[in-house]
């Protein structure tokens, strides 16, 4: 699973963009790098775009899993979750995002970058 993590230093947000298959570790990877990103930058708003990610490898009980562990590893994030294609991918987030939620992390579900970006900077 390929993915980058930048800085949108003008708005202070930490970008993430994940695409292609993914495996449980994959995402932990990614998670921990853009954690240590918000902690070293001091930064709170974490936009992750998922729109080209495919979890067909990944268990229901991974994204209760991974939804949360990031509850308990920085529960003061505002999260925007930009939605993918696949249907499947799709309710995996929703169901992670709903996971995050419970836990009392700030999360949105969104379908293009713009709407995430307004909503992170309300």
Not at 27 to 53: G, T, W
Not at 66 to 92: E, Q
């Amino acid at each position: 699973m390929p993915y980058s993590v930048s800085l949108d230093e003008d708005r202070r947000i930490v970008l993430i963009k994940v695409s292609g298959p993914a495996s449980k570790d994959d995402h932990y990877n990614a998670r921990n790098e853009a954690l240590k990103f918000c902690q070293e930058q001091n930064i709170s708003r974490l936009l992750v775009d998922l729109r080209d990610l495919n979890t067909k490898n990944i268990a229901t009980s991974g994204c209760y899993s991974f939804g949360a562990s990031l509850a308990l590893t920085c529960p003061l994030l505002r999260i925007a979750h930009i939605l993918p294609k696949d249907r499947k991918s799709n309710d995996d987030v929703r169901f992670t995002s709903t996971v995050e939620t419970n836990r009392g992390i700030m999360t949105g579900e969104f379908s293009t970058v713009e709407e995430a970006r307004d909503w992170l900077l309300q």
